[in-house]
């Protein structure tokens, strides 16, 4: 992932944002998938954590947690309600993306992008769009979504998470469940037994895997 970044001049004074006062709202969303989805279920998410468990149906379960924090409790649930999601149940090919509409997303927030008086802004791309994100809090919507999969034996499942967290935890069985994540990454393996953990943050754009050992 390429950060672009605009310069702008210094502000001649800045303006702090009290977040004391600043108001949470959730939203949540599940999904069974078929018995096929096993053969290839891909899931795209912008900013937020990924989970992924050992499940116990036949097909992928996904439950999503939509998190949004803004000025008053009304234009919080606005900015909850404002995420989309599509979802495509189709055997092999079965996917789900957030969707964050540029139209009520213009600049999403995003915790550890570069901050500075240089920056003016940076744009990542995300579904094939150029979106634009900010390190400030006062100058993006701020909203991530976390998302929970439990995910069958010997299933395979691939995850675009730019940024955020992906961690997957599960049985001993070799590979049962394959594990990508692609986007701003940097590695942080916990070998041996134990689950491995990807975490995922705007420093390098290389690709890492990880799978339930």
Known sequence: ?????????????????????????????????????????????????VNIERGTAAGFQ??????????????ADRIARAVEFSMRD??????????????????????????????????TEYLGEKRRVTGYKDKGVQVRVDILVRAPEDARLVVRNLFGDAVSSGSTAEEAVSVRATGPARSSWIPAAGPWKCRVTPESSRPIAAAVP
Not at 10 to 18: E, G, H, I, S
Not at 112 to 120: A, D, E, L
Request: net charge negative.
């Open 62 to 75: 996904v439950s999503v947690r939509v998190t949004a924090e803004a000025a008053s409790a009304q234009e």
């Open 1 to 49: 992932m390429k950060l672009t970044l605009s310069f702008v001049p210094l502000l001649a004074a800045l303006v702090l944002a009290a977040s004391a006062d600043a108001a949470t709202s959730t939203a949540a969303r599940d999904w069974q998938f078929k018995d096929d989805s096993v053969g290839g279920l891909a899931i795209d998410n912008l900013v937020g954590d």
């Open 90 to 123: 189709a055997g092999s090919s079965s996917s789900l993306q957030v969707l964050l509409p540029e139209a009520k997303f213009p600049t999403i927030y995003i915790a550890g992008v570069p901050v500075g008086w240089w920056v003016g802004d940076a744009k």
